[in-house]
C-alpha cells in the first residue's frame, strides 16, 4: 500500500528538513480548516445573538403586557368607551390612563382624550379632578378645536368650587358672554359695568318695554329705576351663574323647558286656527243674551238686567264660547286624522292594558 504521508525521496532528506516540512503541511492544513471555521462561527455568534435579542425583546414585552392586564393600547381604550357607557365614570377613568400611558398620540388627541376624562369627572362631581385634566389638555393643545368647549368648562369647574378669585380671572380671559365696553354705540350709556362687560341704557330701556304697562308706570323716580336696574343686572347675572354650572342641561330644567315650549307652540297653533273667527255681531250678542238669559241673572235674585246694561259682558261671553267651540272642533278633527283608540275604562280599574 502506498503511503501518501511519505514523500518521495524522504530516506534521502536531512532529519531537520523532515520536521520543517512537517510542522509547515501541519500549519498549511490548520491554516486551511481557519479560513472555513472563522466564517461560520462568526454566523453562529450573529444568529445566537439575534436570538438572545428576539428572546429579551419578547420577554420584556410580555412582562409590559402582563402589567398593563394583557390588553393593547387600543384594547384600553375600547375598554374606557365601555365603562363610559355603563356610567363607571371612575372606572372609565382609570382604563383612559392606562390608554395614554400604553398609545402612541399626537399631542390634540392626548388632549381629547384628556377633554373626555374631565367629563367623566363633571358627571361624577369631582371638579378639582376634572380642572386638572382641562388644564392638561389646554397644555397639550393650545389651539385643538376644542378649545372654546375647555373655556367653559374650566369657568363651570371654578364655580362649583367657588374660587371666585380664579373664577373672575378666568371670566376675563375666556368668556366673551355679554357686551363688551369697545361694541357699545357712540351715543349709549353705560349703567352698569360687570368685570368685561356692559350694562347699557339700550339695554335698560329694553326691559322696562317687556314689563306690563301697569308696572312699567311705577318706574318713574330715580329711586325706582335705580332698585330695577340692580335687580335687573343681578338676574342676568344669575342666571349666567346658572349657565357656567350648565344648570340648564338639569334634567329637571329640560323636561319644564319641554313642557313650556310644547304649551306655548300649542298656543300658537290655536290661535293660527281661531283667528279666523269674526267677531259677534250686535245681532249675534242680542240672540245669545236671550238665548242664556239665567247666565245674566243677579246673584240672589231672578231678575235679569237689561240688555244694553250687559251687552258688552254679553259680547265677550259670546267670542269665548265660540272659540271654546272652534278649540273642541279643532281637537276632533286632529284626534280624526290619525287612529286613536281610548281606554278610559282603565284610568279607575289600574288596568294599563300591557302584555302578560
Avoid at 365614570?89 to 390608554?99: D, G, L
Wanted: charged share 35%; aromatic share 6%; net charge negative.
Amino acid at each position: 500500500m502506498h503511503d501518501d504521508s511519505v514523500h518521495p525521496g524522504d530516506h534521502e532528506t536531512p532529519e531537520r528538513l523532515k520536521q520543517f516540512r512537517a510542522r509547515y503541511e501541519g500549519d498549511a492544513c490548520g491554516g486551511r480548516g481557519r479560513r472555513w471555521l472563522k466564517p461560520v462561527l462568526l454566523a453562529g455568534a450573529v444568529l445566537l445573538g439575534l436570538w438572545g435579542a428576539d428572546v429579551f425583546l419578547r420577554g420584556a414585552i410580555a412582562d409590559s403586557t402582563a402589567q398593563r392586564g394583557g390588553m393593547s393600547a387600543e384594547e384600553w381604550r375600547e375598554y374606557a368607551v365601555y365603562l363610559e357607557g355603563k356610567d363607571l365614570h371612575a372606572e372609565a377613568m382609570e382604563a383612559y390612563e392606562k390608554y395614554l400611558e400604553t398609545a402612541t398620540l399626537s399631542d390634540e388627541a392626548r388632549a381629547k382624550i384628556c377633554y373626555s376624562m374631565a367629563l367623566l369627572a363633571v358627571d361624577a362631581g369631582d371638579y378639582r379632578d376634572a380642572l386638572a385634566k382641562l388644564y392638561q389638555a389646554e397644555l397639550l393643545a393650545p389651539d385643538c378645536p376644542l378649545k372654546p368647549e375647555i373655556d367653559k368648562k374650566v369657568v363651570m369647574c371654578l364655580e362649583h368650587l367657588g374660587r371666585k378669585d380664579a373664577l373672575r380671572r378666568e371670566l376675563r380671559e375666556r368668556s366673551d358672554i355679554g357686551q363688551a365696553g369697545r361694541d357699545i354705540a357712540p351715543e349709549d350709556v353705560v349703567l352698569a359695568e360687570i368685570d368685561n362687560t356692559v350694562f347699557t341704557r339700550s339695554d335698560f330701556e329694553r326691559e322696562l318695554e317687556a314689563l306690563p304697562s301697569s308696572v312699567r308706570a311705577g318706574l318713574h323716580s330715580a329711586e325706582a329705576k335705580g332698585e330695577y336696574l340692580r335687580s335687573v343686572v343681578a338676574r342676568r347675572m344669575l342666571v349666567e351663574k346658572a349657565l357656567r354650572m350648565e344648570l340648564d342641561r338639569d334634567p329637571e330644567i329640560l323636561d319644564r323647558l319641554e313642557q313650556q315650549r310644547n304649551a306655548l307652540i300649542v298656543e300658537k297653533l290655536i290661535d293660527e286656527q281661531v283667528a279666523g273667527l269674526s267677531e259677534p255681531t250686535p245681532e249675534d250678542v242680542e240672540r245669545f243674551y236671550r238665548a242664556e238669559q239665567d247666565r245674566f241673572k243677579m246673584p240672589g235674585s231672578d231678575d235679569v238686567p237689561p240688555f244694553e246694561r250687559v251687552k258688552e259682558r254679553a259680547a265677550q261671553m259670546l267670542q269665548v264660547q265660540r272659540e271654546q267651540e272652534a278649540m273642541a272642533r279643532l281637537i276632533e278633527q286632529t284626534l280624526a286624522e290619525q287612529k286613536v283608540t281610548f281606554h278610559a275604562e282603565r284610568l279607575e280599574s289600574g288596568d294599563t292594558g300591557a302584555a302578560p
